[in-house]
């Protein structure tokens, strides 16, 4: 009964298959197309930056931090460490 | 000559037979006293007869062991503070130390806390020193400097101010001149403090007038040149800043290694728009430098195991010290001058005295024998730490060497900058007038003297020198300017 079974699903799908082949697809383009792009038409406003929209700034100067004498802890510390 | 030998023999004498004396009344409190406070008893019997180094190990033991202090005992501890510094109670941890509140402990616990960064507690301990007490000096130093790092500037002044007063008082009334250069020391340094505070808070004048009131003669006077420089700097007086940075270059100050210095006056020169001059120092600091800090790494790599090789170069003999890197010799010669150097090396010269007087003594036992191993570790101990100092120096010197070299490069980058700029403002540059110094430039009070640098350095001159250098810079170059050094080309 098995092997009925099994005989019977691959005799119709292979008929399928044949079937599907058979059938033709045809594409279809189309011959002749024009474009004219003189007739063709943004619709829009044409707007400058103005004043405010562009910042006028002077080149970055990058400042590389010099020595500065703001307190004398080092030489304060030092001096407790040599008094006895 | 015969009168002085025979003085020298009976002291010698004399000396002998009190030292034996007290080693007999110690052996027998040693012996036969089985009470809790036989240790301090000891003590006490050999700081009568000059055994300071010796007691230490028993007042240490004693202290252990017990928590009060009596008038005796605090007298005797404060004699070791003072003959040994803070070795009179070294062994004893702080927790143990905080239990006893006497002035010469609460100094010595003070200190060690202030060293471990641990300021509040620091100042809790030493503010139980009273005011009145001799160790109070030291205290309001310490204070006063817990105070400014905590920014907290009126009462760090206060603090310096009555340190200042109380030894001040101290230096006239001190015997014996260890004592009064001692006071005088710390009296210069809160005077300096209070300079400093000064400084600090943005009161230039004010802080070089109180510099004023330090001796050239002092001790700390080569120290204050540099602060004395930051004052002028910030005052944009950079012509006196850059002539008391030279300051450092005349062979009597040769020894003083100051790598901050050669920053100011790149700095210096550098705000008076002098690129190349300042570019030139700038180059002169690497070069200069560099192998001299190359040459202390290497020694210190090669020796920082050893407990004596810095200490040996110290004694050295003149022969063996001069075949050192002149660099090196010198940096021993700056260590030398530092008090707590000085100190430990006075306490080592005494350890071994002792430490000769007690193997003179005739009869040994079983008690000199232990004053004998005491002694001979406490030696070691100080020579030690006296290694360790010079160690220690000589790593902050390094330091401080790599940290300015950081500050260098800063500003290397900046002057190239500041060239390129010129460079491409060629026309700006023709207009600067080039002219070096002239007297016209030095900035000059009544109590300030102006002398030429003919090449060579004059000690009285010291620490008096301005440059005479005119600013470069384009925005002090306005038209009114131009127009006075015209003026003042066409008088001459």
Same mark, same amino acid.
């Given at each position: 009964?098995?092997?009925?079974?099994?005989?019977?699903?691959?005799? *119709?799908?292979?008929?399928?298959?044949?079937?599907?082949?058979?059938?033709?697809?045809?594409?279809?383009?189309?011959?002749?197309?024009?474009?004219?792009?003189?007739?063709?038409?943004?619709?829009?406003? +044409?707007?400058?930056?103005?004043?405010?929209?562009?910042?006028?700034?002077?080149?970055?100067?990058?400042?590389?931090?010099?020595?500065?004498?703001?307190?004398?802890?080092?030489?304060?510390?030092?001096?407790?460490?040599?008094?006895? | 000559? @015969?009168?002085?030998?025979?003085?020298?023999?009976?002291?010698?004498?004399?000396?002998?037979?009190?030292?034996?004396?007290?080693?007999?009344?110690?052996?027998?409190?040693?012996?036969?006293?089985?009470?809790?406070? #036989?240790?301090? @008893? +000891?003590?006490?019997? &050999?700081?009568?007869?000059?055994?300071?180094?010796?007691?230490?190990?028993?007042?240490?033991?004693?202290?252990?062991?017990?928590?009060?202090?009596?008038?005796?005992?605090?007298?005797?501890?404060?004699?070791?503070?003072?003959?040994?510094?803070?070795? =009179?109670?070294?062994?004893?941890?702080?927790?143990?130390?905080?239990?006893?509140?006497?002035?010469?402990?609460? $100094?010595?616990?003070?200190?060690?806390?202030?060293?471990?960064?641990?300021?509040?507690?620091?100042?809790?301990?030493?503010?139980?020193?009273?005011?009145?007490?001799?160790?109070?000096?030291?205290?309001?130093?310490?204070?006063?400097?817990?105070?400014?790092?905590?920014?907290?500037?009126?009462? =760090?002044?206060?603090?310096?101010?009555?340190?200042?007063?109380? =030894?001040?008082?101290?230096?006239?009334?001190?015997?014996?001149?260890?004592?009064?250069?001692?006071?005088?020391?710390?009296?210069?340094?809160?005077?300096?403090?209070?300079?400093?505070?000064? $400084?600090?808070?943005?009161?230039?004048?004010?802080?070089?007038?109180?510099?004023?009131?330090?001796?050239?003669?002092?001790?700390?006077?080569?120290?204050? &040149?540099?602060?004395?420089?930051?004052?002028?700097?910030? &005052?944009?007086?950079?012509?006196?800043?850059?002539?008391?940075?030279?300051?450092?270059?005349?062979?009597?100050?040769?020894?003083?290694?100051?790598?901050?210095?050669?920053?100011?006056?790149?700095?210096?020169?550098?705000?008076?728009?002098?690129?190349?001059?300042?570019?030139?120092?700038?180059?002169?600091?690497?070069?200069?430098?560099?192998?001299? =800090?190359?040459?202390? @790494?290497?020694?210190?790599?090669?020796?920082?195991?050893?407990?004596?090789?810095?200490?040996?170069?110290?004694?050295?003999?003149?022969?063996?010290?001069?075949?050192?890197?002149?660099?090196?010799?010198?940096?021993?010669?700056?260590?030398?001058?530092?008090?707590?150097?000085?100190?430990?090396?006075?306490?080592?010269?005494?350890?071994?005295?002792?430490?000769?007087?007690?193997?003179?003594?005739?009869?040994?036992?079983?008690?000199?024998?232990? $004053?004998?191993?005491? &002694?001979? *570790?406490?030696?070691?101990?100080?020579?030690?730490?006296?290694?360790?100092?010079?160690?220690?120096?000589?790593?902050?010197?390094?330091?401080?060497?790599?940290?300015?070299?950081?500050?260098?490069?800063?500003?290397?980058?900046?002057?190239? *900058?500041?060239?390129?700029?010129?460079?491409?403002?060629?026309?700006?540059?023709?207009?600067?007038?080039?002219?070096?110094?002239?007297?016209?430039?030095?900035?000059?009070? #009544?109590?300030?003297?102006?002398?030429?640098?003919?090449?060579?350095?004059?000690?009285?001159?010291?620490?008096?020198?301005?440059?005479?250098?005119?600013?470069?810079?384009?925005?002090?170059?306005?038209?009114?300017?131009?127009?006075?050094?015209?003026?003042?080309?066409?008088?001459?």
């Amino acid at each position: 009964m098995k092997l009925f079974l099994i005989l019977t699903l691959s005799l *119709s799908t292979s008929f399928n298959a044949m079937a599907e082949e058979k059938k033709n697809t045809v594409y279809k383009y189309k011959e002749y197309e024009v474009i004219d792009l003189g007739s063709m038409e943004v619709k829009g406003q +044409i707007v400058a930056p103005g004043d405010l929209t562009v910042n006028e700034r002077e080149r970055k100067v990058f400042k590389r931090s010099l020595l500065e004498k703001n307190n004398f802890d080092f030489e304060n510390r030092r001096e407790i460490e040599n008094l006895r | 000559m @015969k009168y002085l030998a025979l003085t020298i023999l009976m002291a010698g004498m004399v000396l002998n037979t009190s030292a034996h004396a007290t080693a007999k009344a110690a052996f027998e409190i040693y012996k036969k006293d089985k009470s809790r406070e #036989k240790n301090k @008893k +000891i003590a006490h019997e &050999l700081i009568d007869g000059g055994f300071y180094f010796s007691a230490i190990p028993y007042i240490n033991n004693y202290l252990e062991e017990n928590s009060e202090i009596d008038k005796e005992l605090e007298s005797d501890i404060e004699t070791l503070v003072v003959k040994t510094g803070t070795m =009179a109670v070294l062994n004893l941890e702080e927790k143990k130390l905080e239990s006893f509140s006497i002035p010469s402990i609460a $100094l010595i616990l003070g200190t060690r806390l202030f060293n471990k960064d641990q300021l509040d507690k620091s100042y809790a301990v030493l503010s139980r020193i009273p005011e009145t007490h001799k160790f109070s000096i030291e205290a309001s130093l310490i204070k006063g400097t817990i105070k400014n790092l905590q920014r907290k500037h009126i009462e =760090a002044s206060n603090f310096y101010e009555q340190c200042a007063k109380k =030894a001040g008082q101290q230096e006239n009334a001190a015997g014996g001149e260890k004592n009064k250069r001692y006071y005088t020391y710390l009296n210069e340094t809160c005077t300096i403090r209070m300079a400093r505070v000064k $400084l600090e808070d943005k009161k230039y004048e004010e802080a070089l007038e109180i510099y004023e009131k330090i001796d050239k003669r002092s001790y700390k006077w080569p120290y204050i &040149l540099m602060d004395k420089a930051w004052a002028h700097y910030y &005052l944009k007086d950079y012509n006196r800043a850059i002539g008391l940075t030279v300051t450092y270059k005349s062979p009597l100050l040769e020894s003083y290694f100051f790598p901050e210095a050669e920053v100011l006056m790149a700095l210096s020169y550098y705000n008076l728009c002098l690129w190349d001059d300042s570019l030139k120092v700038v180059d002169h600091f690497y070069d200069y430098y560099q192998p001299k =800090a190359d040459a202390l @790494k290497e020694i210190l790599g090669q020796n920082k195991k050893s407990d004596t090789y810095f200490l040996d170069l110290y004694y050295a003999d003149p022969k063996t010290r001069e075949n050192l890197n002149p660099f090196i010799r010198n940096l021993i010669t700056q260590t030398r001058k530092q008090v707590k150097f000085n100190l430990d090396l006075a306490s080592l010269r005494s350890a071994k005295d002792e430490l000769s007087l007690l193997k003179k003594l005739k009869n040994k036992n079983e008690f000199t024998a232990d $004053l004998e191993a005491n &002694l001979d *570790s406490t030696i070691n101990f100080i020579s030690a730490k006296i290694n360790y100092y010079i160690k220690k120096e000589i790593f902050v010197f390094i330091n401080e060497i790599h940290k300015h070299s950081y500050s260098m490069f800063n500003l290397k980058l900046e002057l190239l *900058s500041k060239k390129r700029d010129e460079i491409y403002n060629t026309k700006a540059d023709q207009q600067i007038n080039r002219n070096r110094g002239s007297e016209t430039n030095v900035n000059r009070k #009544k109590n300030q003297y102006f002398f030429d640098f003919n090449g060579s350095f004059w000690a009285d001159e010291l620490g008096d020198y301005s440059f005479g250098l005119q600013s470069q810079c384009k925005e002090e170059n306005t038209t009114e300017n131009k127009e006075e050094i015209k003026d003042n080309e066409s008088n001459k």
